[in-house]
């Protein structure tokens, strides 16, 4: 079996030589849109060929993809990849194991903790496939949305968390995975104060605000700083609702 990873990084590790995949955009993108896309299971190839050959034609499309699907058998094996006649091809999942799939799948199963340790960062960060302009559209769709569920798991594991340094590490990991969401940093700002860590909460404000500058040139806005003249005030209100005890990430 091979292991497909797209979070955080990209690679493909296996029994036989995978390199040449990682050396061809079109091809490594093919196999994780396979691997990855919903609903899971069979695609048409006309569906395809509009995402990944726009501006190719009949027959030279057609070939374009048959040529791409030879190349992924070729490295993965005749069977890595399944076809029904002229219309349906799909990847085996016993011969193809993806990160971003298996963290889906522990989330389903509430194993927030496990889901977390395989969301390593971003799915397949800085990756371009020129010309496949419908691939472009759906990675960078399909980024917001694990994204999402990994912010979504780390912050219910800080709200059930049986301590407060447990609780304020999930925070500040749901925090990283955030990136600039600044929902998120009020959110830890607000839960270091309500524990008292006050310094804690004043850096972490102070950390926003530098990263706004620095990315965006901007400041914080109106609720954050809100937020914080009233830590600074000693007035702290209470906890956004979002950090309630969640029972469920929904997929």
């Known amino acids: 079996m091979y292991d497909l990873l ?41 569906a395809l060929l509009g ?19 030879h190349g992924l058998r070729h490295c993965l094996g005749a069977d890595a990849l ?6 349906e091809v799909w990847l085996d999942p016993t ?31 800085g990756f371009v496939v020129e010309g496949a302009f419908g691939f472009d559209r759906w990675l960078e769709d399909e980024r917001v ?3 999402a569920l990994a912010v979504g798991a780390a912050w219910h594991l800080a709200a059930d968390a049986c301590t407060s340094e447990a609780a304020v590490s ?30 804690g909460a004043v850096a972490t404000y102070l950390q926003l605000c530098r990263r706004l500058a620095h990315d965006f040139n901007c400041g914080p ?14 007035r702290v209100p209470p906890m956004p609702s979002a950090t309630s005890r969640q029972r469920a990430v929904t997929l």
């Open 6 to 46: 797209t979070l955080g990084g990209i690679d493909l590790r296996g029994p036989g030589r995978a390199e040449p995949l990682l050396t061809q955009p079109k091809r490594f993108a093919l196999l994780v849109y396979l691997a990855l896309a919903r609903p899971r299971g069979v695609h048409r190839r006309s």
């Open 51 to 69: 995402l990944f050959w726009p501006d190719l034609r009949g027959g030279r499309a057609r070939n374009a993809l048959r040529q791409t699907l």
């Open 82 to 87: 399944r076809s029904r006649g002229d219309e």
């Open 95 to 125: 011969a193809v194991c993806c990160d971003a799939v298996r963290f889906e799948a522990l989330l389903s199963h509430g194993s927030f903790a496990e889901a977390i340790e395989v969301y390593q960062g971003p799915l397949l960060p």
């Open 145 to 147: 949305r694990l994204r």
């Open 170 to 199: 999930w925070a500040r990991l749901a925090v990283h995975h955030s990136e600039h969401d600044e929902c998120s940093y009020r959110r830890l700002i607000a839960l270091l104060a309500e524990l008292g860590d006050r310094a």
């Open 221 to 234: 806005s109106f609720e954050t700083e809100s937020l914080f003249r009233s830590i600074r005030s000693a």
